[in-house]
């Protein structure tokens, strides 16, 4: 088969989700499945859709545009604010979008006249970690302009955490959020039918103790494709930690000294690599690089342990007998490692899943 790839484990993936799906209901709160960080594959989506989740999120309207080509007919938020410029392609794909500039809206609203469709837009607060979002004083003012706007329907109000400043969600940001949705709905008259509380950070304090409030919808990537939760990259109890996993296939393997030799300057990246002297040792080549993926974000098999990497070369070392030219290795990934993997054209992707009995998941640690 062809190196590098990422395989996909379709029945892992489902599996993940049914069971976040079915702990989140209990709580009641619905999952919104993010397959950004899945690059928008058809077979990814369908696997989410099968678990039970109802509509799906992607932070580029490409991947929702590539859904609906493959046939995908469930509902799809555009969970980045849309760019003015493509508000005539997110009214026409998307049912729904995260929201946080009037400007924006008004787009979308001229767009949908013209389109002659109704587009949902779910208004972001910012709660603290100061990525995307309006100030809780100013949001009154701003849904009384959305209101007036044609073509718009107000879905609702949510947040995210975690993903700038590394704002943990907890009692008092998800609670500020929840006063804001009452406060809006007396205030207006109107029902919000979504509380969109957050990402897989959320998870903690979802599936803790406390009162969820008015939250009831998570929008979850993370945590479904790598069963562990982002805030501490701990493993998510019963879910599986191997649904996706990276193959690449070695080029050389021998022998070397484990220090440069000659004057060391800074390598290709700008940095100037520090390593101590263990003699010789074994240095495997494999043909993948920073093109490919986060080496950082790499989960090396047992007994191998990365040594660097350059733009198309990662190598490693083994305890011997060294694995021979031509053979391929697994690795398992981290977020990061598994976004640029999904992007790279380099990097081959391969879903397979078949229904059939799966062992149950096993308890891993997060990679890397
Ligand atoms: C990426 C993203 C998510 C999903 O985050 P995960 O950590 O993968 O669960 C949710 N909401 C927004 C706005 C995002 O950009």
């Known amino acids: 088969m062809t190196a590098p790839r ?14 976040l799906v079915q702990r989140l209901a209990a709580r009641g709160i619905a999952v919104t499945g993010v397959t950004k ?16 989740i109802r509509q799906l999120g992607d932070s580029r309207i490409e991947n929702i545009e590539a859904l609906r080509r493959a046939g995908v007919a469930a509902s799809m938020m555009l969970i980045r604010s849309p760019m003015p410029s493509q508000a005539q392609r997110v009214v026409r794909h998307a049912d729904a979008s995260l929201n946080s500039e009037l400007a924006v809206i008004e787009k979308l609203s001229h767009a949908a006249r013209e389109a002659g469709r109704m587009h949902q837009v779910v208004l972001m607060v910012e709660l603290g970690d100061l990525r995307e979002g309006i100030l809780p004083a100013d949001l009154e003012a701003f849904v009384a302009r959305v209101l007036r706007l044609p073509n718009i329907t107000l879905g609702g109000i949510g947040t995210n955490l975690a993903c700038h400043g590394g704002v943990v969600p907890d009692r008092d940001n998800m609670g500020e959020l929840t006063r ?37 919808n998570l929008r979850l990537g993370e945590s479904i494709f790598l069963g562990c939760e982002p805030l501490h990259r701990r493993p998510i109890p019963g879910l599986h930690h191997d649904a996706m996993t990276l193959v690449a296939e070695v080029i ?8 440069p030799h000659g004057r060391v300057a800074q390598n290709a990246f700008g940095e100037i690599p520090a390593v101590h002297d263990r003699g010789r040792i074994p240095r495997v080549i494999l043909a993948i690089g920073r093109q490919d993926v986060d080496p950082a974000g790499l989960q090396p098999p047992p007994g191998f342990e990365i040594l660097g990497a350059s733009s198309d070369h990662l190598i490693l070392t083994c305890a011997s007998p060294c694995p021979r030219v031509g053979t391929e290795l697994r690795f398992g ?9 999904m992007t790279s054209r380099f990097v081959a992707k391969v879903a397979h899943g078949t229904h059939s009995a799966m062992s149950p998941p096993r308890l891993r640690h997060c990679a890397p």
């Open 6 to 19: 990422l395989e996909i484990d379709l029945d892992k993936i489902r599996f993940n989700a049914a069971s």
């Open 252 to 259: 050389e393997s021998k022998l070397k000294p484990s220090r």
């Open 37 to 52: 960080v899945a690059a928008g594959l058809p077979a990814v989506a369908n696997a989410l859709l099968d678990a039970g």
């Open 333 to 341: 990934l981290d977020y990061s490692a598994l976004l640029r993997a």
């Open 180 to 216: 804001l949705a009452n406060a809006l709905e007396q205030r207006f008259d109107l029902r919000l039918g979504l509380v969109s509380g957050g990402n897989s950070a959320n998870l903690d304090w979802a599936l803790g103790n406390s009162d969820v409030g008015r939250i009831n």
